[in-house]
Structures are given as C-alpha cells and as structure tokens.
C-alpha cells in the first residue's frame, strides 16, 4: 500500500468516536442474531453483569433493556470521557459469551458481534431515548407494560423517578427514534 492511500475500514464494524464524557446510548447484537440469552437465568445473568460492569468502569446506568439476542442501555461516562467503554463491554461480553458457551459445551463459539454507541448532547433526544429503552420490550410484544419485563429498568424508573420527569420521559414519542434495532 503506497503512502498516499487511503486506509481500509473494515465494512462490518463501526467506527466508535470515544472521548467526550456524557450521556450515551449503546446498543449491541449477538452475532448471527442468535438467542444466545434465552432463559430467565441467562438474561439475569447478562442484566446482572452489565449492571456491575457499568458501575466497575464509573458509568451511571440511566435506562436499560437487554434481551435474549441484544441489548440497549442510556448510561452516564466517568467525568474524564468514555474512552473506557470499549473495555466495559469487552468485559461484558466476554463473561457472557464464556457463560453461555459452558452451558452450551460449545466452548470458543463467537457469541457477540458489535456494538454501537451514540453521544447524546440534545435533551429531547435524551427523553426520547429514554423512553425507548424501557419500552422496547413492549415493542418486541414480550409484555403490554414495560414495567412488567424484568431485564428492563422501566419497573426501577417507574418506582424511583419523579413523577414529573417520569411524566415528561413518557410524552416523548418513540416511532422516529432512530436507533439500530433489527433483531
């Protein structure tokens, strides 16, 4: 490759632009979209982990919903950026992915494939985010109440939020939030 060339990307993996602290939205898929976190015990498992990692790398999780084949969460970086989210989740699925494949006696199989990241930096978009993650199992027609899926935050913001935020959380409309969520 000459000197002058433009590097290659490779296609299937997105770029992550990591270095401003905020708010930011993630969302990741098992690979082949498979259902690797099938059961209550997986995905309690996965929930649980994503959870502690989060507060291991000084991120503030906001929202979540994590499912048998992905997950989206709305979390706060460390003050001094988010340059440690790639660690976070590489902890993550790699705990999950090592879980799963014992289970499963398929030790080394790939069980993640990206994840993909969002800064937030608009504050209706933030609403708006917010809402979509804990009504995303509604969307996916798992339950008719958010708060009734128990790998989703809904049910905490529900109990914990002011009502007057949770209020205006809720009068966001989530059709036009555009966000990765083909599984």
């Known amino acids: 490759m000459s000197s002058d060339a433009s590097p290659v990307l490779w296609p299937h993996a997105p770029p992550h632009y990591l270095g401003a602290a905020g708010v930011y939205m993630v969302t990741a898929g098992t690979y082949g979209k498979e259902h690797f976190f099938r059961n209550r015990n997986r995905l309690q ?103 009734a899926y128990d790998w989703c935050s809904a049910a905490w913001f529900a109990e914990h939020a002011a009502p007057a935020f949770r209020k205006t959380v809720e009068s966001f409309k989530i059709d036009r939030v555009n966000v990765r969520d083909d599984f």
């Open 45 to 147: 498992h996965l929930t649980n982990n994503l959870i502690a990692l989060a507060k291991q790398h000084q991120w503030q999780m906001q929202a979540w919903a994590v499912f048998s084949n992905h997950y989206h969460f709305i979390a706060s970086s460390p003050e001094d950026g988010a340059q440690n989210l790639g660690r976070w989740l590489g902890a993550l699925h790699r705990r999950s992915a090592t879980m799963v494949n014992k289970l499963d006696e398929t030790p080394g199989r790939k069980v993640w494939h990206n994840y993909w990241e969002s800064h937030i930096t608009f504050e209706k978009s933030y609403y708006a985010r917010l809402h979509y993650v804990h009504e995303n199992p509604v969307k996916y027609g798992l339950v008719t109440h958010a708060e």
